[in-house]
């Protein structure tokens, strides 16, 4: 019977996509695993690659992947693009960088693969050389990746849980497989593999991808599976906007996916346990920090995102409740406020407003204050900030322009 | 030497409102199109970022969004025995720069004109006859109300407007204005909250038998999704409108109406800070071939299109008219040829300053357009026939800015400075209001726009001279409503009334109003008009010449609905009828 299910799950798992025409199929591939939205730099031609991706080991450009035979794939066989999607080596033995989330892709069922393959094969070929590999020594040599993948990579093709739903199943494989999505939201150890702590919540390229495990008020415990889906298809809901690194993920991916597809990512992420209880109290509200940060907000914060800090929907992202300002590390708000920030464009949602720059006007520790409020106030919950941590952001953000 | 680049099918000059939207409706109809605006990029949280958009002094006094005159000056006299002389400051009107335009910086009155307005030649000659306005050069537009019924909803449904209908689909509502012309569905948003001062004077004037309602505002009194999908947040009432770039995404602007959808399309472009120096006709003079423009290293550039809109300001599509050969020059010694025919500013002047004792206006609660106003002396609601003028002015009262420079209302007899001025402006700030007239300008015959003799720009070619004065029709209207704003000032019980009205002789220095029309004026007839109801050129049948140019007179309201509606009405124009056969559209 156990395995019978099983079957019947797996069968759901792969045949879910296969059943409109072939390229469409195939592009609805990439779309799961958001391939343009690191393929393409910005204003550049979709999957002629180009983007450089910050990694703590150096900078790590994406190669083109059109069907250009010098400069793109358009030279690959089927067996050597399935290598390189799921095993890490593209042709010639040439080791990829684990930027490209194959450890997450090895789960991609043959089926998947070989979709995703007819419809790579037919995008339009641009000749654009790019030099992928910007990393310092040691971490240049290619082959240094052979001993990492022998410590962190063990490629195991999806295997669905039994007991679980199909939904669950479809979203466990979609959120772990093609999603990727542990890519910035799990934790690394130092060598920059997964921690056992999947989602959880990870610091990268100077923002904090959030928890987004059934955590509450961190992650999407509190979040219904509509909310979910909602933020994933249109960027928004009334918990927050996505911004930062996400904007590209929502425009390139998660907004073109079914509403099948993403009700179940929204029913495996409310089910995967959460890092830690959130701190129990609330700070109070005549703290020192908490009133200079009330007082702050008073005067530079309403008139956008209100009195109750609730916003205006699809305009003024909601601060009551956001998420993303209750993360363990407040590195996404920090650097929200010191750089400004603009949200997701999406069919839904195309306004994508912009929070605008206060580095100017704010002093690290009036960021440092305000943060502190907006972290506790309506019921939001999280540790204060300190006036180093903005001190450092505002160092390292220099650094960056 | 022009770099000659690839060809576009649509090539617009400045993306302002009219520039938007061109582009939003034509890159709908598939085409590839290209706007070239001479200013910077602005966008809302850089440009306009809400730490620092308050600073009066930066963007009111010292105009930090407009067009500065070494980009581009003007010179002006006041009739044609004068030498014009160069405008040294933009102060009596402020044209806009950069993407937005003046979009950026108007308070947003979103107004309609009326039926009659349209026909103003046919209807006051049937009315009063033709003696009536033998000293005006009155003409109609061409086009009906009806007509364009359709493209003022557009308008107002893109810019998100607060209101209330007071005609709808021929039935008087109560609480609009029942002297407007039909509209097919209410306004998309209601009203503004209206201030104490506005209360006021609709009290008083519906007491006195007028009919007071809200004014038309593009500033929203809710959050708004717009037609295009694109939301916008509740005006906060901050009262930095006029002049400035909204901070909250609460007033209708290209920035926060249009742009962030046409920004993403694949088949739009914009080349900022680049200037279009001239329109190159092909050799017959029958069609454009493409423009050049200069960007700010100095290089050339020709841009080849099928189709070339002229979107700049009105006074700027004009003089590149003039510039590039479009159409024939208006010679106000005949009376023959087009371009810079039927000039007209707007007649302001007319108010009742109303000081009080012990009252609290609160003028910072403000908003551009939050304004109650009446229509009973406008256009033609009232019988001119024993009067000695035609036309009239909106009459209004609101709170549109309580900022610390400039809003220090003083009553008369204050001294301009010192301890005396000082306790003054303190008593009077909460103590005083005023009930102004908007009115309107009618065209003559000596009042144009043409290229000075002198005078050039800083690629040696002419400025646009301005010749203009109040006509003697204006100046009699302005005193008409100035008795009426009396009556009014006196039922809302002041302390102190001051009553003003306008007098002879323009001057460019005080900032008056930004609301100049004409010189492209559009109309029926070839002889009388520089475009045809579609807002093409007679002449040069592939440019289009968007804007309030195409006035043929101005009206006692703003002008910013109307030639938001001209633009969505020629821009249908385009995709309907010259797509399909491009050429003429009307038959000279």
Known sequence: ?401 | MAQLLPHKEVVIMGLGWTGSILAQELTEAGLQVVAIERGPWRDTASDFNIGYMPDELRFAVRKDLFLQPALEAMTMRNNIGQTAMPMRDYSSFLPGSGVGGAGVHWNGFNWRFFPNEFVAKTHLTKRYGAKKIAELQMEDWGVTYDELEQSYDKFEYVCGTSGKAGNLKGQIVEGGNPFEGQRSREYPLPPLTMPYASTMFAQAAKEMGLHPFPLPASNMSRPYVNSLGISMGQCTYCGYCERFGCANYSKAAPQTTILPVLMKKSNFEVRTECEVLKVNLRPDGKTAKSVTYMDTAGREFEQPGDIILLCGYGLMNVRMMLLSGIGHPYDPNTGKGQVGRNYCYQTQGSAARLFYEGKHFNPFVASGALSSGLDDFNSDVFDHGPLDFVGGANVSCGNSNGRPIGNRPTPPGTPRWGSVWKKATAETYQNATAVGAQGSSYPTRGNYLDLDPTYKDRHGRPLLRITFDFPDNDLRMSQYLSTQLAKIGKAMNPKQMVVSHATKGWNSVPYQTTHNTGGATMGAKPDTSAVNKFLQSWDVSNVFVLGASAFQQNEGRNPTGTVGALAFWAAEAIRDRYLKQPGPLVQA
């Open chain 1, 1 to 401: 019977m156990k395995r019978y299910v099983l079957a019947l799950l797996l069968a759901t798992v792969a045949a879910a996509p296969a059943c409109a025409a072939d390229k469409s199929a195939g592009r609805y591939q990439a779309v799961l695993g958001d391939c343009e939205g690191c393929h393409t730099a910005p204003g550049g031609k979709p999957f002629a690659g180009g983007l450089v991706l910050e990694t703590p080991f150096g900078k790590i450009v994406s190669p083109n992947i059109t069907s250009d035979r010098d400069t793109g794939i358009g030279g690959w066989s089927e067996g050597d693009f399935r290598r390189a999607v799921r095993e890490g080596v593209s042709p010639g033995g040439k080791r990829l960088y684990p930027a490209m989330p194959y450890p997450a892709y090895a789960m991609m069922s043959d089926a998947d693969v070989a979709t995703l393959w007819t419809y790579m094969k037919t995008v339009a070929p641009v000749r654009q050389a790019v030099e992928s590999n910007l990393l310092p020594f040691p971490f240049k040599i290619r082959a240094v990746m052979a001993v990492w993948n022998w410590l962190n990579f063990k490629p195991a093709p999806f295997a669905p849980t039994a007991g679980k739903s199909a939904e669950w199943n479809r979203g466990a494989y979609l959120v772990t497989g093609p999603g990727h999505c542990g890519a910035c939201h799990t934790p690394k150890t130092l060598l920059g593999a997964d921690r056992a702590a999947a989602l959880t919540g990870a610091s990268l390229q100077g923002w904090f991808a959030p928890e987004i495990t059934s955590a509450e008020p961190r992650g999407v415990g509190g979040w219904s599976a509509q909310d979910t889906l909602t933020y994933l298809k249109t960027g928004w809901n009334s918990y927050g906007v996505a911004t930062g690194p996400m904007v590209e993920v929502v425009e390139h991916s998660t907004s073109q996916m079914s509403d099948a597809d993403l009700s179940s990512i929204a029913a495996y992420l409310k089910d995967v346990p959460a890092a830690e209880a959130a701190p129990a109290s609330v700070m109070a509200a005549n703290d020192p920090a908490m009133q200079a940060g009330a007082k702050l907000y008073q005067n530079n914060c309403v008139g956008c995102h209100g009195a109750d800090g609730r916003g205006e929907h699809l305009i003024f992202p909601p601060l009551a409740g956001n998420a993303v300002l209750m993360q363990v590390s407040a590195e996404s708000p920090i650097r929200i406020l010191l750089e400004g920030a603009q949200s997701v464009s999406t069919k839904a949602a195309p306004t994508s407003p912009s929070m605008p720059s206060f580095a100017w006007k704010f002093s690290d520790a009036e960021i440092a204050d305000l943060l502190t409020y907006v972290r506790n106030a309506w019921g939001n919950r999280a540790p204060a900030v300190d006036a180093d941590s903005v001190a450092k952001a505002r160092a390292s953000l220099k650094g960056r322009s």
